[in-house]
């Protein structure tokens, strides 16, 4: 059984910062799999936000993070963080870690483990 936990979510002024972790526990060593970053708005879908090679060699972001949000790995420790900043309210969200077994980062239907999310405020 595979679990991912996110944590760090919480609610915080526009322009300001927040770190996003997600432990990998279970029968899984994330180092062999690339793992990626969702966020669900009220009433939106589900969107890509960022991800990560498993040897964290290469990265992918949404054009809407991209400069702010930074997605990194520790494979020793089994975690991926997001580095979220210069928030904007436009950033509020669910944000959900995921497994990725594929190559297609920014594609929902890649991931095949998911995380209950965090939820990400920010306040105008």
């Known amino acids: 059984q595979v679990q991912l936990v996110e944590s760090g979510g919480g609610l915080v002024q526009a322009g300001g910062s927040l770190r996003l972790s997600c432990a990998a526990s279970g029968r899984t060593f994330i180092r062999y799999y690339g793992m990626g970053w969702f966020r669900q708005a009220p009433g939106k879908e589900r969107d890509f936000v960022a991800a990560?090679?498993?040897?964290?060699?290469?990265?992918v972001y949404a054009d809407s993070v991209k400069g702010r949000f930074t997605i990194s790995r520790d494979n020793a420790k089994n975690t991926v963080d997001l580095q979220m900043n210069s928030l904007k309210p436009e950033d509020t969200a669910v944000y959900y870690c995921?497994?990725?077994?594929?190559?297609?980062?920014?594609?929902?239907?890649?991931?095949?483990?998911w995380g209950q999310g965090t939820q990400v405020t920010v306040s105008s």
């Open positions: 995921a497994r990725n077994p594929r190559t297609d980062y920014a594609r929902e239907s890649s991931y095949d483990y």
């Open positions: 990560i090679s498993g040897s964290g060699e290469s990265t």
